[in-house]
């Protein structure tokens, strides 16, 4: 059973900072998804990665196969941004991490 | 947003009562998942759905029976709900299984006292 860890598990900056939450997972798998879960208990996919790294808007997650290493990035951070980041692996089902709370201050 | 819907939102039950919890989808993906969330940890899968009438169990599938009987409707119910299983449940859909990209439902929030 893969066991996924994330860090930290909260983060607080200020509005603007760069931000990086780690994923880091026990054995290999074919890809990584990155979740967003709003305040309000929602969940939104934000990327599903297999290898090298992607880009969305202000937001880039990145993936290192042998180190079996993810980071999710958040450039120019904003008080929207506030959410649980959950990272999750896939081998032959998804296994998830517990999250990372993030909160962005004005 | 992918069409996917979960009744009820919200339900306050007893123990030892059955409750059964709906997922609705409007995507006809062949996908479907029952997790449940928890404080401290990570979501956790119940059952999934591979197609009509094709189901298997996940981590924590003891207590729960699944049901799909069209491509639409994933329905999960607790034959006899204990304390232990208060918690969220999301119901999810994809396409392709593992590999794709997961679309989740806005959850129902069970309390069984």
């Known amino acids: 059973k893969n066991e996924v860890e994330q860090s930290p598990q909260n983060l607080t900056a200020q509005e603007g900072e760069f931000i990086t939450i780690n994923c880091s997972y026990s054995v290999g798998i074919s890809a990584l998804h990155w979740l967003q879960q709003h305040p309000g208990g929602g969940i939104v996919s934000l990327f599903m990665?297999?290898?090298g790294k992607k880009k969305h808007g202000r937001l880039i997650a990145t993936i290192n196969i042998q180190e079996k290493h993810s980071s999710l990035h958040i450039t120019a951070s904003h008080p929207r941004d506030s959410a649980v980041y959950i990272c999750a692996v896939t081998d032959e089902k998804l296994t998830f991490g517990t999250g990372t709370r993030l909160t962005i201050i004005p | 947003d992918a069409g996917i819907t979960q009744s009820p939102r919200h339900k306050v039950t007893e123990t030892g009562t059955p409750v059964t919890l709906r997922c609705h989808q409007t995507?006809?993906?062949?996908?479907m998942y029952w997790y449940r969330q928890d404080p401290g940890h990570g979501l956790r899968l119940i059952h999934y759905?591979?197609?009509?009438?094709?189901?298997d169990k996940g981590e924590v599938s003891d207590g729960y029976s699944v049901s799909r009987s069209k491509t639409e409707d994933f329905l999960l119910t607790l034959e006899s709900a204990t304390s232990s299983q208060t918690s969220v449940y999301f119901c999810a859909i994809s396409a392709l299984h593992p590999n794709a990209e997961q679309f989740f439902g806005p959850g129902t929030r069970l309390t069984v006292l």
């Open positions: 990665l297999s290898s």
């Open positions: 759905s591979y197609g009509v009438k094709d189901t």
């Open positions: 995507e006809n993906h062949r996908y």
